[in-house]
């Protein structure tokens, strides 16, 4: 039984990464470690014997020593989207952590104000030191702007905010290119033969990969076959142009790559890996290279709309990024 962390990160993304539009916005103290550092992607490290002039050097977000009443809060702008769970992750924080926690959120066209309307979307919870605290819930609306409250005082290592983008595709002009797969566009990874050394969400992010970490990579195969992740786009359109970057991947690009894709009209997508076995190539295996960005046009197949893509790798290695750019279909 996977944990309900583990849970969360296979069934969404976080929401408050900066590469997606996740950003600090206000905090009433930053004495020990800025808010800024509670955002950053990378797990959070201790430094043993690091020092500034306000004391220890932490890896998070902390507050100096409450001594009055009140409480801390940070506010926190995330990529537009529904929110699953959060994992308010205390890493490294043993004395000095944040005892309990609760998440506030609000959709806003701008920054928050004294005169915002929170919504209380997570309620106080108790949390364990140096730990990860994963909760899920319940919210099916759209937010864009968080409210951390830590009581009464400490330090948060990282704050992660699992969910689904949301982007509201009814304002793209008629004809319009959009990349189908974009994760800002709403397009999501579903599931993969292997995410051993990437995730496979790396594919749709934002800008071409900033290093071999950035992108979904498999371990070295080691019997028949080849590997594979499934994407479902964030609306139904026909693809005239699919972009496939191996950016930073060198001695472990994949040999060939194919693309399949169909207009998923039924079914449940927790059997999706089965099903896609029938869908039609979009693709045709085309030999890949070392740290390249490929565009194909005259190569695809005119195979209409579709919904869901699947990109086949022979037989395994790493691929930074995947552009499916096509025009919605209209309804």
Known sequence: MS???????????????????GQAIAATDEFFAPLERMLNPEPAVFIPGKYDDNGKWMDGWETRRKRGNGYDHAVIRICSGVIQGFDIDTSHFTGNYAPSASIEACYSPTPPDEHTAWTQILSAQALQGNSHNAFRISSGETWNYLRLNIYPDGGVARLRVYGQVSR???????????????LLNGGRALCASDMHYGHISNLLAPGRGVN????????????????????????????????LDTAHFKGNYPYECSVYGTLYT?????????QSLYWQELLPPQKMAADTEFSFVDELKKIGAVSHLRLNIYPDGGVSRL?????????
């Open 3 to 21: 944990t309900l962390l583990e849970q969360l990160q296979a069934e969404s993304i976080d929401l408050a990464q900066p590469r997606l539009g």
């Open 168 to 182: 509201d595709l009814s304002t793209i002009n008629q004809g319009e290119e959009l990349d189908l797969a974009a």
């Open 212 to 243: 071999m970490g950035d992108g979904w990579e498999t371990r070295r195969r080691r019997e028949p076959g080849f590997d594979w992740a499934i994407i479902r786009l964030a609306g139904v359109g026909e693809i005239s142009r699919l972009v």
């Open 266 to 274: 039924g079914g449940n997508e927790a059997s999706i890996a089965a």
């Open 323 to 331: 552009r499916a750019f096509g025009q919605l279909k209209a309804e």
